[in-house]
């Protein structure tokens, strides 16, 4: 049974359009959820984090929104770049325990 | 920058083979970890260690094992490759519970 499941496992994104990915969990235990970035050939990168007492975290152009009743959150990158393209996770964890979703594959068009 | 670093990034082995997959990370962390990541399933845990000596079962165990003898490294070991053995293995080490660091990944094919 999968613990977080990510949506949609594809995105095509217009330069300078808003790219959204959007996860949901059932464990109300989990206290953390990270998103992470992968480039081809390259390990998952730490993108950004958010803890469940905000609702709202943004760096730069990516944001999480988190909805704690609901158990979603979803990851929105601003003004996307052909750079952004690459393959995200989100993940929850538990007592050091990460569990990831299936990742998005996304695809920024100059 | 911590680093955690993959012995290999692509092997090719043959079926019944023993395979060791090494990992090192360098910023004295206590937590290591395996995954395999594959198309449409995500990352998913093989073992994990919160220390020296010690290991714990992930989500998938099944044929594989860890070693852990030193603190900057973990090694996972396929005992006999297998065909359904073949994707990208990935290790990541933490300090603590939050904020993994993740190697480049070795990408294993068993023929």
């Known amino acids: 049974q999968q613990q977080v499941k990510q949506s949609p496992q594809s995105l095509i994104v217009q330069k300078g359009g808003i790219s959204i990915i959007n996860c949901a969990y059932e464990?109300?235990?989990?206290?953390?959820f990270p998103w992470y970035q992968q480039f081809p050939g390259k390990g998952p990168a730490l993108l950004i984090a958010?803890?469940?007492?905000?609702s709202e975290k943004k760096e730069g152009r990516f944001t999480i929104s988190f909805n704690k009743s609901a158990k979603q959150f979803s990851l929105h990158i601003m003004d996307s770049q052909p750079g952004d393209s690459a393959t995200y996770f989100c993940?929850?964890?538990?007592?050091?325990?990460?569990?990831f979703g299936s990742g998005t594959k996304l695809n920024v068009k100059p | 920058d911590v680093k955690v670093t993959q012995s290999s990034r692509y092997l090719v082995k043959r079926t019944g083979e023993k395979v060791f997959l090494e990992c090192v990370q360098d910023?004295?962390?206590?937590?290591m970890f395996w995954y395999r990541q594959d198309p449409g399933l995500g990352l998913r845990l093989i073992y994990f260690?919160?220390?020296?000596?010690?290991?714990e079962k992930g989500d998938i165990p099944e044929g594989y094992s860890v070693s852990r003898e030193k603190k900057e490294r973990f090694s996972l070991i396929l005992e006999s490759a297998s065909t359904n053995q073949t994707s990208m293995y990935l290790c990541?080490?933490?300090?603590?519970?939050?904020?993994?660091?993740f190697g480049s990944g070795t990408r294993l094919t068993v023929v």
């Open positions: 958010i803890r469940p007492d905000v």
């Open positions: 260690s919160y220390d020296v000596k010690m290991k």
């Open positions: 990541a080490s933490s300090p603590s519970s939050y904020g993994y660091t």
């Open positions: 993940a929850a964890s538990n007592f050091n325990k990460f569990y």
């Open positions: 464990n109300t235990a989990f206290d953390y």
């Open positions: 910023m004295d962390h206590e937590n």
